[in-house]
């Protein structure tokens, strides 16, 4: 397992205002950083510049001691899987669906993926919707249900990091509690980092970074966090 590191990065988009202030943390091997704050915060920018779609103007970010900039971006990508808030499903099997994130996986390593996202009792049914080539209809799944097979097909890739990306837009609170169990499932003995926009998406985080304004101006467990407040 791979640990990340941001060391005193500082961040401008092109031409811009600093957006990062000398943003540190560290992501041990096998644990879980969440990374909280309002909108605008610069979450995504971490994210960004994890992938290397942006530079840091000063610091450094390693992966396991080695600056990314050394790394070349296809293995980057490869260490790191994306899970999305929002997934777009095949009209296919939920089998095909999770496959789709590492063609030429076999049977087994596809299985083994919705075990651990626990989906394997429905990985032979259809999404939402009708085939018409099968003459089925789908399964109505939930909105956690649907991350799962996300989840699934980002296992299966085999990614050294889990990044999961809850930036976007305010959950309803079933769908919340939903990917909160499959996260901290999925999220055991694994290197991972959530990008969140509440507290409550990420109770069981080792550490919890509140980002304001370009700055982590809070860390701390879920408990020490609301005890602050
Ligand atoms: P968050 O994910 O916390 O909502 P972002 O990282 O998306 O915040 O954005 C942080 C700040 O950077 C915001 O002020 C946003 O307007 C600005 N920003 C984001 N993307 C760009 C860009 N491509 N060029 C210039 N400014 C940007
Ligand atoms: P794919 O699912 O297509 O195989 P990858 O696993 O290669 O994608 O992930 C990299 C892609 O994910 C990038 O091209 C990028 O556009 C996208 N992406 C999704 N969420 C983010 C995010 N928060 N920050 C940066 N890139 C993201």
């Known amino acids: 397992d791979a640990a990340i590191e941001f060391k005193d990065v500082d961040f401008g988009y092109e031409g811009n205002r600093q957006i990062l202030h000398k943003v540190s943390f560290r992501v041990e091997p096998g644990t879980k950083v969440a990374i909280v704050g309002p909108s605008g915060a610069g979450k995504s920018t971490i994210s960004r510049i994890l992938f290397r779609f942006y530079d840091v103007n000063a610091g450094r970010v390693t992966i396991d001691g080695q600056d990314i900039r050394d790394v070349t971006q296809a293995s980057l990508r490869a260490a ?61 799944l939930s909105g956690g249900e649907k991350q ?70 809070e860390r701390g467990t879920h408990t020490h966090l609301l005890e602050m407040q």
């Open 80 to 140: 790191i899987g994306i899970v999305p808030q929002d997934t777009v499903l095949f009209n296919d099997t939920i089998r095909y669906n999770i496959a789709y994130g590492r063609p030429g996986a076999s049977d087994a390593e596809i299985e083994e993926a919705a075990r651990l996202a626990s989906i394997d009792t429905f990985i032979e049914r259809l999404p939402d919707g009708f085939d018409t080539i099968v003459g089925e209809r789908g399964l109505k």
């Open 148 to 217: 799962r097979v996300a989840i699934a097909r980002t296992i299966l890739k085999g990614p050294q990091i889990l990044l999961f990306d809850e930036a976007t837009s305010a959950l309803d609170s079933k769908t919340e509690k939903e990917i909160q169990a499959s996260l901290s499932e999925v999220s055991q003995n694994r290197t991972t980092l959530v990008i969140a926009h509440r507290l409550s998406t990420v109770v069981d985080a080792d550490e919890i970074l509140v980002l304001d304004g370009g700055r982590i101006v």
